[in-house]
């Protein structure tokens, strides 16, 4: 058992040699959730998203365009 400090923020720190068996990496993910008699604590996988502005959007239609006519001229050859 190792006992862990939380600090004014809120924060905790995992001591290295438990980081390490749990191949918990910094930067990562980690899930919290309640559990009987405490926490539970686990590594979590986290994707990267985007969410399409309208001029994103355009740029995609720009290039379906560009792709379309290059594949086009090539076709017809």
Do not use: C, H, W
């Not at 239609?61 to 076709?75: C, N």
Request: charged content about 30%; cysteine-free.
């Amino acid at each position: 058992m190792t006992t862990i400090q939380v600090n004014e923020r809120g924060s905790l720190t995992l001591p290295k040699k438990l980081r390490r068996a749990l191949g918990i990496e910094q930067g990562g993910v980690m899930v919290v959730e309640p559990a009987e008699g405490g926490l539970l604590l686990r590594p979590a996988v986290a994707y990267p998203i985007e969410l399409y502005t309208d001029d994103r959007v355009r740029e995609f239609d720009a290039a379906d365009r560009a792709l379309k006519r290059k594949l086009g001229r090539r076709s017809r050859a």
